[in-house]
Each structure stands twice: as C-alpha cells, then as structure tokens.
C-alpha cells in the first residue's frame, strides 16, 4: 500500500486489516483535502467514486491506488452503516 503519511506506528505485534489502513487513509486524505482550495467543490460536484478520485488526485498528497481507494471507501460506508445502525437502538 502506498503510505501517505504514516498514519499508525506498526510493530511487528500490532496488525490492522487492509480495510482499516484504508479506511484511516481515506479519512485522513479527507480532512486534509477538505482544507484545500478548490477541491471541495470538485468534491461536491462528483457524481461517482471515480469523479472523487479523479479530484483527489489533483492534490499532491493523494497516492492511492484506485483499488486502495474502494477499499477505503467500502470500509467507509460500513464504518457509517453500523453508526447509523447503533444510533438506531
């Protein structure tokens, strides 16, 4: 996977899935990107999780792969769905 920043210090003990490194990746490039000129509009104006990733693309920072991107995103949207189903009970 491609590192960013070094969002967690990994030793040799401690492993997180491929879905929580991308999912942290993606909510980490997401604050960041959020804070860029520009790029929350292209965010808003995206129709598709390709639209989304051609926008993140344009920052410097951005070196996901497209399939670490869908993992990211999939974890997301779990992570949001058992929010969402917590709130419920």
Known sequence: ??????IHDHDGAESISEEQHALDQITH??????????????LEAARSQQDVYKALQTLPYFKLTIDEFRIGIEALR???AEIHQDEQE
């Open 29 to 42: 490039i997401l604050l960041h990107a959020l804070t860029e000129d520009g790029i929350g509009e292209k």
């Open 78 to 80: 779990q992570q949001q």
């Open 1 to 6: 996977m491609s590192d960013i920043h070094e």
